[in-house]
T-cell receptor, first 113, second 112 residues
Protein backbone atom coordinates (compact mmCIF):
# COMPACT_ATOMS: atom_id res chain seq x y z
CA UNK A 1 0.00 0.00 0.00
CA UNK A 2 1.80 3.10 -1.24
CA UNK A 3 2.02 6.02 1.12
CA UNK A 4 2.16 9.65 0.08
CA UNK A 5 4.43 10.23 -2.90
CA UNK A 6 6.00 13.59 -3.63
CA UNK A 7 8.05 14.72 -6.61
CA UNK A 8 10.63 15.89 -7.19
CA UNK A 9 12.65 15.16 -4.05
CA UNK A 10 15.03 18.06 -4.57
CA UNK A 11 14.84 21.21 -6.68
CA UNK A 12 17.03 24.25 -7.21
CA UNK A 13 15.45 27.37 -8.68
CA UNK A 14 16.51 30.97 -9.29
CA UNK A 15 14.80 33.97 -7.71
CA UNK A 16 11.83 35.10 -9.74
CA UNK A 17 11.19 31.72 -11.30
CA UNK A 18 8.09 29.58 -10.85
CA UNK A 19 7.95 26.05 -9.47
CA UNK A 20 5.42 23.21 -9.39
CA UNK A 21 5.53 20.46 -6.80
CA UNK A 22 3.46 17.30 -7.04
CA UNK A 23 1.80 14.97 -4.54
CA UNK A 24 -0.02 11.66 -4.83
CA UNK A 25 -2.02 10.86 -1.69
CA UNK A 26 -2.09 7.57 0.14
CA UNK A 27 -4.49 5.05 -1.36
CA UNK A 28 -7.98 5.64 0.03
CA UNK A 29 -7.34 9.27 0.99
CA UNK A 30 -9.18 12.14 -0.67
CA UNK A 31 -7.78 15.23 1.04
CA UNK A 32 -4.38 16.81 0.52
CA UNK A 33 -2.76 19.46 2.69
CA UNK A 34 0.49 21.27 1.99
CA UNK A 35 2.95 22.48 4.62
CA UNK A 36 6.16 24.49 4.44
CA UNK A 37 8.95 23.57 6.84
CA UNK A 38 11.91 25.91 7.16
CA UNK A 39 15.17 24.46 8.45
CA UNK A 40 14.98 23.79 12.18
CA UNK A 41 11.31 24.78 12.42
CA UNK A 42 7.96 23.03 12.59
CA UNK A 43 5.77 22.75 9.49
CA UNK A 44 3.46 25.67 8.65
CA UNK A 45 0.11 25.07 6.98
CA UNK A 46 -0.21 26.45 3.45
CA UNK A 47 -3.61 25.15 2.31
CA UNK A 48 -5.87 22.12 2.08
CA UNK A 49 -7.65 20.68 -0.95
CA UNK A 50 -10.76 18.54 -0.83
CA UNK A 51 -13.15 17.75 -3.66
CA UNK A 52 -10.88 19.72 -6.01
CA UNK A 53 -11.38 22.96 -4.07
CA UNK A 54 -9.19 24.91 -1.68
CA UNK A 55 -10.95 24.50 1.67
CA UNK A 56 -8.68 26.27 4.12
CA UNK A 57 -5.66 28.49 3.73
CA UNK A 58 -2.85 29.50 6.04
CA UNK A 59 -1.01 32.82 6.15
CA UNK A 60 0.72 32.57 2.80
CA UNK A 61 0.65 35.09 -0.07
CA UNK A 62 -1.21 34.58 -3.33
CA UNK A 63 2.08 33.56 -4.96
CA UNK A 64 1.28 30.16 -3.47
CA UNK A 65 -1.50 28.39 -5.31
CA UNK A 66 -2.61 24.84 -5.78
CA UNK A 67 -4.79 22.41 -7.56
CA UNK A 68 -6.37 19.04 -6.90
CA UNK A 69 -7.20 16.63 -9.68
CA UNK A 70 -10.09 14.15 -9.92
CA UNK A 71 -7.76 11.32 -8.88
CA UNK A 72 -7.06 13.30 -5.64
CA UNK A 73 -3.46 14.10 -6.55
CA UNK A 74 -2.38 17.68 -6.02
CA UNK A 75 0.05 20.33 -7.17
CA UNK A 76 1.57 23.25 -5.31
CA UNK A 77 2.65 26.20 -7.45
CA UNK A 78 4.84 29.03 -6.25
CA UNK A 79 5.36 32.08 -8.46
CA UNK A 80 8.02 34.79 -8.31
CA UNK A 81 10.26 32.75 -6.03
CA UNK A 82 12.05 34.49 -3.18
CA UNK A 83 15.12 33.32 -1.28
CA UNK A 84 12.86 32.92 1.74
CA UNK A 85 10.81 30.29 -0.07
CA UNK A 86 13.69 27.85 0.38
CA UNK A 87 12.27 25.08 2.56
CA UNK A 88 11.03 21.50 2.73
CA UNK A 89 7.53 21.32 1.29
CA UNK A 90 5.47 18.54 2.79
CA UNK A 91 2.28 17.03 1.49
CA UNK A 92 -0.07 15.25 3.88
CA UNK A 93 -3.10 13.23 2.93
CA UNK A 94 -6.12 12.11 4.91
CA UNK A 95 -9.74 11.12 4.47
CA UNK A 96 -12.57 13.62 4.58
CA UNK A 97 -10.49 16.66 5.64
CA UNK A 98 -9.81 15.14 9.03
CA UNK A 99 -6.37 15.72 10.52
CA UNK A 100 -6.68 12.41 12.30
CA UNK A 101 -4.81 9.83 10.31
CA UNK A 102 -2.58 12.34 8.53
CA UNK A 103 0.09 10.63 6.45
CA UNK A 104 3.00 12.80 5.35
CA UNK A 105 5.20 12.38 2.33
CA UNK A 106 8.98 12.71 2.52
CA UNK A 107 8.79 16.21 1.07
CA UNK A 108 10.39 18.23 -1.68
CA UNK A 109 13.48 20.22 -0.70
CA UNK A 110 13.33 23.52 -2.60
CA UNK A 111 16.40 25.73 -2.73
CA UNK A 112 16.08 29.21 -4.23
CA UNK A 113 19.36 30.85 -5.27
CA UNK B 1 -3.63 33.23 16.49
CA UNK B 2 -3.03 29.80 17.97
CA UNK B 3 0.59 29.07 18.82
CA UNK B 4 2.37 26.08 20.31
CA UNK B 5 5.62 26.57 22.17
CA UNK B 6 7.90 23.57 22.61
CA UNK B 7 10.68 23.29 25.13
CA UNK B 8 13.48 22.59 25.14
CA UNK B 9 14.42 23.26 21.53
CA UNK B 10 17.53 21.10 21.73
CA UNK B 11 18.36 18.19 23.99
CA UNK B 12 21.52 16.09 23.99
CA UNK B 13 21.61 13.23 26.47
CA UNK B 14 23.36 9.92 27.12
CA UNK B 15 21.78 6.57 26.40
CA UNK B 16 19.71 5.39 29.35
CA UNK B 17 18.70 8.83 30.61
CA UNK B 18 15.10 10.01 30.92
CA UNK B 19 13.74 13.18 29.36
CA UNK B 20 10.59 15.23 29.03
CA UNK B 21 9.53 17.53 26.20
CA UNK B 22 6.85 20.14 26.79
CA UNK B 23 4.31 21.67 24.44
CA UNK B 24 2.41 24.71 25.71
CA UNK B 25 -0.20 27.11 24.42
CA UNK B 26 -2.58 29.78 25.66
CA UNK B 27 -5.23 28.33 23.34
CA UNK B 28 -7.44 25.29 23.75
CA UNK B 29 -7.02 22.51 21.21
CA UNK B 30 -9.48 19.74 20.42
CA UNK B 31 -6.58 17.32 20.19
CA UNK B 32 -2.81 17.17 20.33
CA UNK B 33 -0.65 15.00 18.16
CA UNK B 34 3.01 14.09 18.54
CA UNK B 35 5.22 13.35 15.55
CA UNK B 36 8.80 12.22 15.09
CA UNK B 37 10.75 13.35 12.05
CA UNK B 38 14.09 12.10 10.82
CA UNK B 39 16.34 14.06 8.44
CA UNK B 40 15.08 13.96 4.86
CA UNK B 41 11.78 12.40 5.85
CA UNK B 42 8.30 13.61 6.63
CA UNK B 43 6.86 13.56 10.16
CA UNK B 44 5.53 10.22 11.38
CA UNK B 45 2.60 10.23 13.78
CA UNK B 46 3.36 8.77 17.22
CA UNK B 47 0.14 9.42 19.09
CA UNK B 48 -3.04 11.50 19.24
CA UNK B 49 -4.51 12.61 22.58
CA UNK B 50 -8.03 14.03 22.63
CA UNK B 51 -9.31 14.13 26.22
CA UNK B 52 -8.09 16.54 28.88
CA UNK B 53 -5.92 14.64 31.37
CA UNK B 54 -5.45 11.73 28.99
CA UNK B 55 -2.27 9.67 29.30
CA UNK B 56 -1.09 7.32 26.57
CA UNK B 57 1.89 5.01 26.61
CA UNK B 58 3.81 3.73 23.63
CA UNK B 59 6.57 1.41 24.88
CA UNK B 60 9.09 3.77 26.57
CA UNK B 61 7.18 6.90 25.52
CA UNK B 62 4.46 8.45 27.71
CA UNK B 63 2.24 11.23 26.39
CA UNK B 64 -0.01 13.42 28.48
CA UNK B 65 -2.66 15.98 27.51
CA UNK B 66 -3.25 18.75 30.04
CA UNK B 67 -6.57 18.95 31.86
CA UNK B 68 -7.42 22.23 30.14
CA UNK B 69 -6.30 20.89 26.74
CA UNK B 70 -3.75 23.71 26.38
CA UNK B 71 -0.57 21.74 26.93
CA UNK B 72 0.99 18.33 26.48
CA UNK B 73 4.16 16.50 27.40
CA UNK B 74 6.21 13.65 26.03
CA UNK B 75 8.34 11.64 28.44
CA UNK B 76 10.91 9.12 27.24
CA UNK B 77 12.29 6.57 29.69
CA UNK B 78 15.74 5.08 29.20
CA UNK B 79 16.41 6.86 25.92
CA UNK B 80 18.18 4.95 23.16
CA UNK B 81 20.18 6.22 20.16
CA UNK B 82 17.29 5.16 17.94
CA UNK B 83 15.14 7.81 19.65
CA UNK B 84 17.26 10.54 18.04
CA UNK B 85 15.20 12.87 15.87
CA UNK B 86 12.98 15.94 15.74
CA UNK B 87 9.89 15.70 17.92
CA UNK B 88 6.95 17.86 16.94
CA UNK B 89 3.70 18.53 18.72
CA UNK B 90 0.71 19.64 16.66
CA UNK B 91 -2.68 20.91 17.71
CA UNK B 92 -5.97 20.64 15.90
CA UNK B 93 -9.00 22.88 16.06
CA UNK B 94 -12.65 22.05 16.52
CA UNK B 95 -14.35 19.63 14.18
CA UNK B 96 -11.18 17.62 13.70
CA UNK B 97 -10.76 18.98 10.20
CA UNK B 98 -8.48 21.40 8.49
CA UNK B 99 -5.07 22.49 9.52
CA UNK B 100 -2.69 21.44 12.23
CA UNK B 101 -0.71 24.01 14.20
CA UNK B 102 2.82 22.73 14.80
CA UNK B 103 5.28 23.66 17.48
CA UNK B 104 8.81 24.57 16.42
CA UNK B 105 10.08 21.14 17.39
CA UNK B 106 12.56 19.61 19.84
CA UNK B 107 15.74 18.15 18.41
CA UNK B 108 16.80 15.15 20.50
CA UNK B 109 20.22 13.58 20.28
CA UNK B 110 20.87 10.41 22.27
CA UNK B 111 24.54 9.49 22.48
CA UNK B 112 25.56 5.85 22.91
Amino acid sequence: DAGVTQSPTHLIKTRGQQVTLRCSPKSGHDTVSWYQQALGQGPQFIFQYYEEEERQRGNFPDRFSGHQFPNYSSELNVNALLLGDSALYLCASTLGQRFYGYTFGSGTRLTVV
Amino acid sequence: TQLLEQSPQFLSIQEGENLTVYCNSSSVFSSLQWYRQEPGEGPVLLVTVVTGGEVKKLKRLTFQFGDARKDSSLHITAAQPGDTGLYLCAGGGSGNTGKLIFGQGTTLQVKP
